[in-house]
């Protein structure tokens, strides 16, 4: 390779080989303040302001760079990545306009308390000011989805912004930290890879906030465990476990979680229904919730005459440690402070059994993959309302891991399982999908047959927006006509999945019967590779 | 279908139907006031906290309702529609992500200038303080696309909140306007629909900007008129036209146009270069640029060692009227100034010749372009790299209007030419589509399919971003490594076009050579409804 000095001559004392010395830029000082600092892969939709950055990575090793043909399947993927990885990847996206398309799974990865190192370039400084097509606030964009922003403004200092991003990303419980990098910040001289700054650690639960925890589990009344974030994962709900069986409590993960260890031999947890009604029921009876890593339990909507805290009336609420403390400490100190028993084995029961007949519908398909999901599978679930009693079904499967949707923002499943594939080589991933949500990153396939990876990924094609005619009541809109019905039907025409798939390099088959499912599942399970099932519902 | 007056009793007249009388709720109030106030159209990927105003459509006459499964297609398809009807459609948008995933087109629309109305769900209002997962600062996400923004407080104010909207939008030269719809402000009892306040009418320009363009034009040296906005859509060129005549300046179009309505019999123009270098070239001449409806010469992006501002060093700026001036007044007043001389019919020359042999490649397509263009066609031009020469190719065509990526976030073209097929049911549309932007926003295809709407899409098959390949160089990244290129190939695996657009509903088909792409465009001309065509390059 031929190298120019900054003056544009040869350099004399190039070397033959494809390393040669020469000043390192902005953009390569910041790969290598990633690639140090533990990020290791980028996830990306590249353009013009960003290809110094991508230059870079030619000249850096131990950077993985990642293609998608949209921004949200990078982001998504970021955030999947991360949830399995437990540190960040990065993003590299193009200006305001590339940030906007990536927001929506940002927005999830907030909500999960994901750790993200999300880049966007942006014009050169001094280019600003004369509002070329593409310039737009790219702060004001960023601010909504992140923890952290910061522009660049200059190569010299770019490393160590990259720096203070990882810093904050990976500050607990996680957080998206955004960074933008304009062209001169990249393509000027740079001063090479800087550190990342210490990282605080988690904060401590207060002794209040023991002892308040500690009477409530002492007053006779029914207490609810409510776990979150560290505390649902695994190592948390064994102490959760000790606590309960010592004093009777409950325990319950949140609605949305952004990652449960769970499975065959681990605890059981359920999860506070997605409902308004069911969810104001699982509540009704406790008198105490204790909030571990949690959030208080409020409405995913607001319901006309329905309330927006589903807890019950008179009951207290008491925070034994917020997402961002150490929630394995306060439920350690927790248990000690009841007399707790040391951990049980949790006693394995049988496997699920496979079912042999009955139609393909939500409750047979729960039972299939109870049966089949293979020992350290990670399930993304997108499933929406087929999927209700899939991780009920699932409670005695093989161990495995499940990730969910956090924010709310359909369209991660099939960005998620690509970073979630990403992240764990030697693990399958089966990604749960609702067609509707499914749809809004369906090009994120691409980059799991461009990457060769691991996805299995389950369609529920009911071809609707399911949970839209649920809620339709549920708000009082009553009597819906043609046209709003109109709007929750996507089967007109039907869309074709397994063309889908193939448009995008995509194995995929269609099923319509509970034998043919169960087949091609088994095939995709046995099969290395992406692969696409369309299970008619 | 039961009809309520204003004051909310149901009219006398009103048929027996299965509804009850019932107050007129805030969602009905803004959707008669949208409808009342001419804007008859909603794009939409609803959600929960819209129901009431999908709801209310069956209540309403009037207001056509299509669906899309990505918000990228509902903001792309009200920014292609404005610019054909003249008037705002409305979005309906699902709180923060789902205006987050509308960005990049109404980043397009706010750089086109095209009226919008941007209508976005939102929790009800005393929902928001406990940060449910969809919770996001709406207010935050719309500023850098919106010009104007308000967030309903009440169902009593939700009409005239939506009637200031649209007067918003309708503010020339049009704006995107964002009105954020809690969920109560719609299922709250309304006021019913409200009038349009008063709409500012387009400033003149002042007599000093007119003396200074006499000047320039009088002054014996070498003057660009510079059009943009209305200045070059059709009427203007023509005044624009006479003053060339009489003073010898030329005539140039911004890089990027929101609308040119061109062809055999109207008034040639050129554009301003997208590359830097040829942007640079095409201004090196010229002592004067008046700028008339457009902005001053910028390049698209800063390059290393290039200039922001593309006009030469010691040529002058002259703004006869901003974009949001009356640039057909300020041209009438020019032309009276210089005593141009009446309009002459346009020669119309020979159509173009439809080539009969060669390859398949950018200069036939273009002359095909050229001589099949039908008659009033709207050519919806997001060919990026492919499409370089088009625009000169198809000088000669049959009268039609060309529409273009306006603020160059990629993926417009499909959504674009689904609003313009809308706003123009009797007009061929034909997207002239680049295969990387496409992928972007690929599911508005569905929504051609599902509103039978009469658009050929052109698809250029590089497989590639090749437009970065040009800037890797531009910006000075030489010598990019195997990962820098891969992150420009989108070539393995290829996407299949075919494929895509069955899976959506649209017939598609893949062409190699110049007979076949003839013939599979004739046919698509011939037979209404969406057609695909994939073309190998």
Redesign the interface.
Known sequence: ????SRDGRPLKETPVT?ETPRAMNGAESLVRTLVEGGVEVCF?N????E??F??A???VEGMR?V?F??E?GATGAADGYARMADKPASTLLHL???L??G??NL?NAK?ARTPVVNIVGE??T??RE?????T???E??A???SSWVRTGMSATEIGSDGAAAIAAARTAPGQVATLILP??TA?DPGTGPEPVPPIPERARASDDAIAAAVRALQSGEPVLLHLGDRAVRGEGRVIADRIARKTGARLMAM??NARIDRGAGTVPIERLPYPIDQGIAALKDFRHIVLIGA??P?????Y?GKP??LAPEGSTTITLATPEEDQIDALERLAEAVAAPPAEPVAVGPRPKLPTSGPLDQDTIGQVLGALIPEGAVICDESITTGRNFFALTRDAAPHTWLQL????I?LGIPMATGAAVACPDRKVINLQAD?SG??T??AL?TQ??EHLDVVTLVWSNRSYA??RA??T????L??????L??LS?D?????????A????VAGRRVETLPDFIEAFQHALANPGPHLIEVAL
């Open positions: 390779m031929r190298v120019a494809d990306t590249p353009g013009t302001s290809m110094h991508v230059a990575l030619d000249r760079c293609l043909l949209f949200g305001g306009p590339g906007a398309n927001l929506a927005h909500k014009h050169a001094y280019h004369y509002n070329a097509p593409l737009s606030d790219i004001g964009l601010h909504p989805m062209a001169n393509w609605t949305s959030t208080p409020v409405g995913f909507f607001a006309p927006s805290l956090s924010g709310g923002s369209g509707g749809l809004y369906v090009q691409w047959a461009r949970i839209l809620e339709l549920n708000v009082g809109a009597n819906p006509g043609p046209k709003a109109g709007m996507l007109d025409p039907a869309v074709d999945w397994v063309s889908l193939r448009g995008f390099g």
